[in-house]
C-alpha cells in the first residue's frame, strides 16, 4: 500500500511529471512498421500525453515532428508528402524529417522567413518491424543485442493493442507469475498440435504435458527474482512430481518492458507504452528460434480481435469483455473466452484508469512487482537529481547483452542448482538447433 503522492509519482508520464522525465531517456515505440504501408506513410502519434506526426518521406527516410505546424498551429498529420518532406495544407509551409522548413511558398518570393524556422524533430529508427522514437533530452541509449532486435526479419513478428488505464498496471500484469494459473485458467486441454501464434495454448518445453494443465492443477508457485544488467529475471517453479519441476523464465527489461517465452520455440518482447496517463499501447515482437514466422497467420489470428487503425479489441469494457456465465462456469475461469490478451485487458482496465494503489495489499507473488517499483522509484528520483538510471547503455554495453532467455519447460529439477542447470542447458539448446542464433554463438566463441 502506498500514498497517493507516491502513486502519482510512478504513474504520471506528462512532460512535467517525474515518471514523464524517466521514460523520456529511453526509445519508445510510436507505431508497427505496417501502419506507415500504403500510398500515404504518415501517422498521427501520441506518446506520453505529446502530440507528433510520423511519416516517411518519398526517399524512404523516417521523420517524427511535433504535430502542430510552427506558422498557426495547423495539424501537420493532413500534410501533403512531397518534395522531400510533409508539407502543411493550410499555407504550404514543408519540413523535412530533421524539421528544417524547405519552403514558405505564400511567403515573398524575396522573403528568408523559411531559413529562421525550425520545427522540433525526433530521432526514429525501425527495429523489429516496430518504429521507435526518442523524444528525450540528449543523445539516446543503445539498443541491446536481445534476440528481438538481431533476429533476421523473417522470424520476427510485430503487432500492437490498445489498452484503456495507465502504463504501469499494464506493464506489472507482465511480471506478475502467479495470476496465470487463475486468469488464464482454461478448464479443458486444447489440442497443442493446433497451438501456433496461441500463448499457453502449447505443451510445455521437454514434455507432451499441455501448459493448461500445468497452470490449472499446480496454481502455487515458487517464484524467485534475481537482479541482472538490463532488469530482473524472474524463475516461476511448479513442483509436478518428487524430482519433475515445471521451470518458467521471464525477465523485466527496464524500463517498461518484458520479455517471456511463448512457446517451445518462440519468444514474445513487449512493451506498455504510455499514450496519456490514462492509455496506453503494447507492442509485442515474437522472436522464432526455429522456421520463418507464418506472419500472415499471426496477423490473422490477432485481427480476429484487434480492430484498425487504431488496434482496438472487439471485447472491451463497453461489452463486458465477451462475458458470458455458462462459459465461467464451464470452459474458462474468466468467462471471456479463449484470447488471454482478453483476459489481461479486463484486468488491467478493470482496477480503473490509474489503478489507486492506496487500496491494495501486495502478497508474497507480488514480489517481482515490488522489485520493480523500488528499482522505478529510484531511477525517477536519479533523473530528477541529474544522475544515470539502468540501461542508460553505450553501444559497447549494448554489444555484450544477449538474449535475454526466457524458458518454459518441464525438467529433473530437485534443486536450486538443478533449476538453474535445466533453464541454462534448454536455453543454449535451442540456440544451438537455430540458425540464426547459433551462427551469434559461434561468432561469440571465435
Not at 66 to 71: K, S
Not at 119 to 126: C, D, G, L, M, N
Not at 135 to 140: K, S, T
Not at 203 to 221: F, G, H, N, W
Request: aromatic share 10%; hydrophobic share 40%; proline share 6%.
Amino acid at each position: 500500500m502506498i500514498s497517493a503522492e507516491q502513486n502519482d509519482f510512478i504513474t504520471r508520464v506528462g512532460p512535467g511529471a517525474p515518471a514523464g522525465k524517466l521514460l523520456r531517456r529511453y526509445w519508445q515505440p510510436v507505431a508497427l512498421a505496417d501502419e506507415l504501408a500504403g500510398p500515404r506513410p504518415v501517422k498521427p502519434v501520441k506518446l506520453m500525453g505529446q502530440d507528433f506526426v510520423l511519416f516517411r518521406d518519398e526517399s524512404g527516410q523516417l521523420g517524427m515532428l511535433d504535430r502542430d505546424c510552427p506558422h498557426r498551429g495547423a495539424d501537420l498529420a493532413f500534410g501533403r508528402l512531397e518534395n522531400g518532406g510533409i508539407r502543411c495544407a493550410f499555407h504550404g509551409w514543408l519540413f523535412d524529417a530533421k524539421g528544417n522548413c524547405l519552403e514558405t511558398p505564400a511567403e515573398p518570393a524575396t522573403s528568408k522567413l523559411c531559413s529562421r524556422i525550425k520545427q522540433s524533430a525526433y530521432p526514429v529508427v525501425e527495429k523489429a518491424g516496430i518504429v521507435f522514437a526518442y523524444i528525450g533530452e540528449g543523445e539516446p541509449p543503445a539498443f541491446p543485442d536481445f534476440d528481438c532486435f538481431v533476429a533476421p526479419d523473417s522470424h520476427t513478428f510485430a503487432f500492437k493493442g490498445l489498452f484503456e488505464c495507465n502504463w504501469l498496471q499494464a506493464l506489472e500484469v507482465g511480471i506478475d507469475p502467479a495470476h496465470a494459473s487463475y486468469l488464464h485458467r482454461f478448464f479443458e486441454d486444447a489440442d497443442t498440435s493446433e497451438s501456433y501464434g496461441k500463448q499457453f495454448r502449447g505443451a510445455s518445453a521437454d514434455s507432451d504435458m499441455p501448459i493448461t494443465k500445468v497452470l490449472r492443477e499446480y496454481d502455487r508457485p515458487d517464484i524467485s527474482v534475481e537482479p541482472t544488467d538490463y532488469g530482473f529475471r524472474l524463475k516461476a517453479l511448479r513442483k509436478l512430481s518428487e524430482d519433475t519441476t515445471h521451470v518458467r523464465v521471464t525477465n523485466v527489461v527496464f524500463p517498461q518492458a518484458f520479455v517471456i517465452p511463448m512457446s517451445a520455440e518462440m519468444t514474445i518482447s513487449q512493451w506498455h507504452v504510455p499514450v496519456d496517463d490514462t492509455h496506453c499501447y503494447w507492442y509485442a515482437v515474437f522472436t522464432s528460434f526455429t522456421g520463418p514466422v507464418d506472419k500472415q497467420q499471426m496477423r490473422d489470428q490477432r485481427l480476429k480481435l484487434y480492430e484498425l487503425p487504431d488496434y482496438t479489441s472487439r471485447k472491451n469494457k463497453r461489452n463486458n469483455y465477451g462475458y458470458s456465465i455458462e462459459e465461467q462456469l464451464t470452459e474458462t475461469y474468466t468467462g471471456m473466452g479463449d484470447d488471454i490478451n482478453v483476459h489481461d485487458q479486463w484486468a488491467v482496465e478493470s482496477q480503473g484508469a490509474i489503478q489507486d494503489r492506496t487500496r491494495e495489499h501486495l502478497g508474497s507473488t507480488d514480489k517481482g512487482i515490488i522489485a520493480y517499483r523500488r528499482v522505478l522509484v529510484k531511477a525517477i528520483e536519479a533523473t530528477l537529481a541529474g544522475d544515470t538510471a539502468p540501461m542508460l547503455i553505450d553501444a559497447a554495453q549494448a554489444s555484450a547483452m544477449t538474449g535475454p532467455p526466457s524458458i518454459d519447460g518441464i525438467g529433473k529439477v530437485v534443486d536450486e542448482a538443478a533449476t538453474e542447470a535445466y533453464w541454462q542447458d534448454a536455453d543454449r539448446a535451442r540456440r544451438l538447433k537455430s540458425d540464426w542464433a547459433s551462427a551469434r554463438l559461434a561468432a561469440a566463441a571465435a
